[in-house]
């Protein structure tokens, strides 16, 4: 377990691409906090730092968002979720996330706490929590 605490986007967003550098695939990523805690950002460096040149939007409204990489070795794509809005673990079917469960892909999920159940073990679990206005506490736990 490492706990960091961090000041601003881009430190978060460096934060997220030292975990970038373990991952090789197949990967979920749980991401838990409170709205505004920075869950968004930690996957932007996540995502810029495999490989990803979009622009990672939340997908609170959209669910899910697909993001193509085409510079790492061995992650082809990366798929940001949000479970926040669904009540049932049934209702992730919608989301055919079986689909995107591969070795080329990593899947980050905001909310995974929403539902009981959540369809897999995380590889990591990252909570973010404010500390104030401008600093984050980041805990990422491996396998949790």
Not at 34 to 58: E, H, M, N, P, W
């Amino acid at each position: 377990m490492t706990k960091t605490l961090s000041h601003s986007s881009e430190e978060t967003q460096a934060i997220a691409a030292e975990l970038a550098r373990h991952l090789v695939g197949g990967e979920f990523i749980a991401l838990i906090g409170d709205l505004g805690a920075g869950k968004t950002t930690f996957t932007q460096g996540l995502a810029a730092a495999i490989g990803s040149t979009a622009r990672v939007k939340s997908p609170t409204y959209t669910v899910m968002n697909e993001y193509v990489v085409s510079s790492h070795p061995t992650i082809r794509r990366i798929v940001h979720c949000d479970f926040y809005r669904f009540t049932k673990a049934e209702e992730l079917g919608a989301l055919e996330l079986d689909e995107y469960r591969r070795l080329d892909t990593v899947i980050v999920a905001e909310w995974p706490d929403a539902l009981p159940t959540v369809a897999w073990e995380p590889a990591y679990t990252v909570r973010i929590e404010h500390k104030d206005d401008q600093s984050r506490i980041i805990t990422i736990e491996e396998g949790v």
